[in-house]
Each structure stands twice: as C-alpha cells, then as structure tokens.
C-alpha cells in the first residue's frame, strides 16, 4: 500500500469508528428499552435527550466526534501541505461537518415522522404556549 493509502486508509477506519460508537451505543440503549419497533420524532426527541444527560452517552458522542475529525485530518494529510491547514482549518471543518450532518439528520427523522413545522424550529416555546393559553382558557 502506498504511503497516500496508508493516511486515507487510516483516516477512513477512524472516521467509522467514531460514527459507530455512539449508534452503537444508542442502538443497544434503543433494545434494552424496547423501541426498535416504528421509529417516532418522539422517540428521536427522547433518545437525544437521555443520551444527551447520561455521562456515558455523552462520553460516546464526544469520542465520536474526536474520533471522526482525527480520521478527517488523517485522511487529508497527503492532499495539504501546509501545518497550519492540517491541524487547525481540517480539525475546523471537520467539526463544523460533524454539526452540520446531526442537524440534517434530525430535520430528515422529523420530516419522514410528518411532525416537523418550521415554527417549532424557529420558536421552540411555539406549542407549549399554545397548550398553556389553552389549558388556562378552559379552567
């Protein structure tokens, strides 16, 4: 294997290992507590955020992510010369992509879930007003 292949090579095994631990970790989370069946925006909105507060969920996800921008910057270092480049702008980048993608991913779950309303993106406390003005209105 060339020396090129051996740093995409690397680079590539890295970047799957930091995306496989936390789905990993969150696919057996799912099996333990029994919602592998239909998934939901709800159950999407409740795996985040117990995973989000349990210190080993959240352990996985920080090592995911340093695995996943350690394996960007392995896999980039044939193709940029400069030091600054390949430890500050790739390790950026690869951050910002990282973000970029959990963000995408949780708009396509709400999407196929139907559930997803722009006013609930852009104003988060949008239902919860209107349950409360509600509930008050009736009582």
Do not use: Y
């Not at 989370?29 to 999407?44: D, N, P």
């Not at 992509?97 to 993106?121: H, M, P």
Request: with cysteine; hydrophobic share 55%.
């Amino acid at each position: 294997m060339s020396r090129r292949g051996s740093w995409l090579g690397w680079g590539i095994a890295a970047q799957l290992v930091g995306v496989a631990l936390p789905v990993a970790h969150l696919a057996v989370t799912a099996h333990r507590l029994s919602v592998t069946g239909h998934i939901t925006s709800a159950s999407v909105r409740l795996a985040w955020r117990a995973e989000a507060h349990s210190g080993t969920g959240l352990v996985l996800l920080v090592l995911g992510v340093a695995l996943f921008v350690l394996g960007c910057v392995l896999a980039a270092r044939p193709f940029v010369r400069s030091r600054v480049t390949w430890l500050i702008a790739v390790p950026l980048a690869a951050t910002v992509a990282v973000l970029v993608l959990g963000i995408f991913a949780l708009l396509v779950a709400a999407l196929f879930e139907g559930g997803f309303s722009w006013d609930s993106v852009f104003n988060p406390g949008f239902g919860r007003d209107q349950k409360r003005s509600k509930s008050r209105q009736g009582a």
